[in-house]
């Protein structure tokens, strides 16, 4: 019998799977990851390749964060430049890198944020001061600042792209805009004939003259105006109103200057630097509890105590402050500094409410003479 001849051993051959890298995913799986992170990823993921630009600059990416609610507050603020640039200057709020905010002692990451330009093509309107409204995603100039106009531009601040919205039916100059439940109110103070208020529907992009309801007892005399669960309150000189579009006016809680409402509680500041809410039971101004307030009011010179509070801001419930110290309020020349921080705010079952503070520091260094036109608070 011839044996049969052995044959080798034969192991097979196999292979290791390859590691799949996040960037060879497919734009819609990319996409799926990209909408659930964080918007302030987005500038370092952007530097990663064109692709993740292309993607992270697309509206499609913004619009399925606003369908599966992963939509975040994002302040942006607006200078004008005294000496010599004809267009005014955006700014952004963002945490810098982790890298540039370590300590020295405990390598702990500290949360430093700065105010950072924002990279967009001019546009030759100036930005009025009281009739710019964020509109979602969407920052309204509404009207001229310095001579009478109907324009109105949109400002896009997911492209960072400007274009045109509906004039308005009449030309107004310094008028005051604010938005309530899908609207935004136009008033002009100074107008004595009946087209002094008109109001813009959102939703289908048209204007239509507003009736007064009585809000000719204060139309001659107001000075400032803001929202505050639904109504529009107005400081005039003599008396104060609150305004409802539908109802018409009303009493006003006390005189108000710089506030802003947080969960139906109105907050504003001192000249002192003590932060401040409004009980609307006892009608009366109580201070803010809690020792982290103190740092608002100590004795540096970057104080917020009789500092220029430029403008306080809801923030996704928390509220944004934002000052020039007052050593530097008036200066021409030299370095002048905003300096911003961030309170969370908690109700206490004595009726009482503390405020913690969750970062404060110097977010903006200017050399030159500015102006400050604008601040708002969009959703993107």
Known sequence: MIPKEAKPNQTETKTKPQPLSFSSLPDEILENILVRLSKW????LSLVSKRFLSLLSSTELYTTRS?????EPCLYFCLGDLTSTPHPKWFTLWI???????AEEDDEILEDYSLVSVPSSPHPQHVP???TVAVGSDIYLIGGAYKPSSRVRIFDCRSHTWRDGPNMLVAREEAYACYIDGKIYVMEDDRKDNN????LDIKTQTWSPLLSHGATEFRDDWFLMNVYRGKIYVIAEKENFAYDPKEGTGPCYGHIDAWCAIEDVMFCFTNSGYCMWYDTKSREWREVKGSDMEVLRDKSEYSLAWGCVVEIVNHGGKLLVIWVPRSEEYKTKGIRRIWCGKIAFEKRLEGEIWGKMEWVNEVLTFTKPYK???CLVITI
Do not use: Q, R
């Open 129 to 131: 001061y009281f009739s």
């Open 96 to 102: 810098k890198p982790a890298d540039e905010t370590l």
């Open 67 to 71: 369908h599966i609610g992963t939509t």
């Open 372 to 374: 400050f036109l604008s």
């Open 41 to 44: 990823n987005y500038p370092n």
């Open 196 to 199: 002094w208020m008109e109001v």
